[in-house]
């Protein structure tokens, strides 16, 4: 396997044309938008908040929203981006309606979105190699979690800009910069490790 | 900037780059490939910036429990059916259907008579058909059509003198009677099809994101809502695309497409949801999947003439689902 990615290799056409079915009422196509994005939203969802009943909550009523009003429903390509953007409104709303509540809380949601920068390598770790990655991590941590969210939306969900800062309630140049920044600030970190990269070089170029 | 200038920070910059790494597709996957075969010095760039990307993940992740999942999915399904009783989903597009199809009819009416009012009143004939089922119908001038399952076709009892005009929503086969005095023209969603006297097959479904019309002989033009023409020859297939609303012309092979007509059913690699789809039109049945089931995978095979039970049968011998069939449903569950 050479320049492959993720397993699910989901073309724009399939995409539109699995919603298309939805809107049309085949309860094959709900099932499969459930099956596909279920487990992606959840596991978005909890980086929200601890509270598991919530998000699974906010899906149910995300996907029973979607089956009532089916008919209105725009086209889409990227169902992804379409789920996303609504659980990220239902649960932030869910969040906010508890506070007021409670009156207990005052500050902004604090959300996890926390990252993993060694996901996918799996080499030898040596002192060097410990510092680098607590150094990065500690750099990692000092992101706010709007930032954090964004860094992940990009580089492990695969939004683009604009779904982004549609997605965060802003303007695609302030999403750009927010990845823009901590391209710049992890960058500066990665032509350290030169071993992994050399060996990885190898390890991708061979089979060409 | 161009590609070839481009050190790490700016691939990963490039979100077109960047969604190819994670989610390749026919489109992004050729253009990538083909520019590093061209660019073969920009190779070790492009994998530290993929090694980049595939570094990074959520440093929690959280799973939803099995039991939790068929739950929430249990729910889902129940509103769903609740909300689709008995037949209902023909009801919306037969209804607008009716009425564009009589507008045709009398707007064509109203231009050749030149403002004269029409003294004949337009009765229309519909025949549909269910999932399941194939009709053959014959036309007055003594045009046969085969209609596939889950069709409907709208035709006058009486064709007029200048034009014969059919309206078509789902699949039939064609065999036009010769009159070059009089085109047959079938409408069918956003295409219009045109021919003397010829066979061929249209495939129009509502939920299809492509309309296809193949040439088994004869000739036949092809036009959509913009303008855009098409002139189709014996094994031309042409494919109107409903999201980009262009046509395209391909070579086909027609009797592969015109099994249906003779009971032939063909899967050419295709998922298990567009199957189940194919097989709930066919066969009439309505299939139901509970709980968490193994979809993945892509599938071919040919039954002539098989009943739903050894195609089934077929399938999930190498998949990884079981099924059940109780009368007109279809269960599908884990193995």
Redesign the interface.
Do not use: M
């Given at each position: 396997m050479d320049f492959q990615g993720s397993s699910d290799k989901q073309d724009v056409v399939s995409e539109y044309r699995l919603w298309e079915k939805f809107r049309q009422g085949s309860e094959i196509a709900l099932t499969e938008i459930y099956r596909l994005y279920a487990d992606k939203l959840y596991n978005y969802g909890c980086q929200f908040t601890t509270d598991t009943s919530l998000v699974r909550d906010c899906i149910q009523d995300l996907f029973l929203e979607l089956i009532r009003s089916k008919e209105n429903l725009s086209p889409t390509d990227s169902i992804r981006f379409y789920l996303f953007r609504s659980l990220r409104n239902g649960i932030v709303h869910s969040l906010q309606k508890g506070k007021l509540r409670t009156q207990k809380e005052t500050d902004s949601i604090a959300a996890d979105f926390n990252i993993t920068f060694f996901q996918d390598t799996e080499f030898l770790h040596d002192q060097e190699d410990l510092e680098r990655k607590q150094l990065i991590r500690s750099k990692l941590d000092l992101l706010p979690s709007i930032q954090r969210e964004a860094v992940l939306l990009y580089f492990y969900e695969g939004l683009s800009y604009q779904q982004i800062a549609d997605l965060l309630g802003s303007k695609r140049k302030s999403a750009q910069s927010l990845i823009y920044r901590a391209i710049k600030l992890l960058g500066d970190n990665l032509l350290v490790h030169r071993h992994e990269l050399i060996s990885l070089a190898i390890f991708l170029v061979i089979p060409f | 900037m161009h590609y070839d200038q481009y050190k790490?920070?700016d691939f990963?910059?490039d979100?077109y780059f960047?969604?190819?790494?994670?989610?390749?597709?026919?489109?992004s996957d050729l253009f990538?490939?083909n520019w590093?075969k061209q660019h073969p010095d920009k190779?070790?760039v492009v994998?530290?910036a993929?090694?980049?990307?595939?570094?990074?993940?959520?440093?929690?992740?959280?799973?939803?429990e099995k039991a939790?999942?068929t739950q929430?999915?249990n729910?889902?399904?129940e509103?769903?059916?609740h909300?689709?009783k008995a037949g209902s989903?023909f009801a919306?597009f037969i209804y607008s259907g009716i009425a564009a199809c009589v507008l045709l009819l009398l707007m064509v009416l109203i231009f050749r008579y030149d403002g004269q009012v029409p003294d004949e009143k337009i009765s229309l004939k519909t025949v549909s058909t269910e999932n399941g089922q194939k009709k053959t119908i014959d036309l007055p001038d003594g045009s046969q059509v085969i209609l596939n399952s889950g069709s409907v076709l709208r035709f006058p009892e009486e064709f007029e003198k200048g034009q014969r005009e059919v309206e078509l929503k789902g699949e039939a086969f064609f065999r036009v009677s010769k009159d070059p005095e009089r085109p047959f023209v079938i409408h069918s969603g956003e295409l219009t099809t045109r021919v003397l006297g010829t066979s061929f097959n249209i495939r129009s479904y509502?939920?299809?994101?492509k309309i296809l019309v193949s040439v088994a002989t004869g000739r036949v033009r092809i036009e959509d809502h913009q303008g855009h023409i098409e002139t189709l020859l014996p094994s031309d297939m042409g494919v109107f695309h409903k999201?980009e609303m262009a046509i395209e012309k391909l070579k086909c092979d027609v009797d592969a497409l015109t099994d249906w007509t003779r009971g032939i059913l063909i899967f050419k690699d295709e998922s298990l949801?567009e199957i189940?789809?194919r097989l709930?039109k066919w066969y009439g049945v309505?299939?139901?999947?509970e709980g968490?089931?193994d979809?993945e995978g892509k599938y071919s095979g040919r039954y002539d003439r098989k009943p739903l039970d050894r195609v089934l049968e077929g399938i999930s011998y190498t998949s990884q689902f079981n099924y059940k069939v109780l009368n007109k449903t279809v269960t599908i569950y884990e193995k």
């Open positions: - | 790490v920070n990963l910059e979100q960047v969604q190819w790494v994670i989610r390749p597709d026919g489109t990538w490939r590093l190779r070790l994998e530290e993929i090694a980049f990307i595939r570094s990074i993940g959520y440093a929690h992740t959280h799973h939803l939790e999942y929430i999915l729910r889902l399904q509103a769903h059916r909300r689709h989903r919306p509502a939920d299809d994101e999201s949801p189940f789809d709930e309505k299939i139901k999947i968490k089931v979809l």
